[in-house]
């Protein structure tokens, strides 16, 4: 059976920080492409950054030089480290593992910027 567990989310002040952690069971973690998405409410799901199985990262263009996307795949872990985080930020952050025809998701952390 395949999980992928998030944690980390959670209420911050703006200018804060938080991180995401989402760990992977039932999976070859190491060959999946893992990614972040998130959703606001009245908004699409939007991919917010992803790393390949090789390591290669790409980024939503409003969080890029303030989030990071790293993976640790002996954990078979994947982190979203979110600095300078504003109101915007706020969502339901998805963690996301994809390979081929398989795509599997977690269910979901609440992150909340406000004062």
């Known amino acids: 059976q395949v999980q992928l567990v998030e944690s980390g989310g959670g209420l911050v002040q703006p200018g804060g920080s938080l991180r995401l952690s989402c760990v992977a069971s039932?999976?070859?973690?190491?060959?999946?492409?893992m990614g972040w998405y998130r959703q606001a409410p009245g908004k699409q799901r939007e991919l917010v950054a992803d790393?390949?199985?090789?390591?290669?990262?790409s980024y939503l263009d409003s969080v890029k030089g303030r989030f990071t996307i790293s993976r640790d795949n002996a954990k078979k872990t994947v982190y979203l480290q979110m600095n300078s985080l504003n109101p915007e930020d706020t969502a339901v952050y998805y963690c996301?593992?994809?390979?081929?025809?398989?795509?599997?998701w977690g269910q979901g952390t609440q992150v909340t910027v406000s004062s």
């Open positions: 790393i390949t199985n090789t390591g290669r990262t």
């Open positions: 996301n593992a994809d390979f081929r025809q398989f795509d599997y």
């Open positions: 039932g999976i070859i973690f190491s060959i999946y492409d």
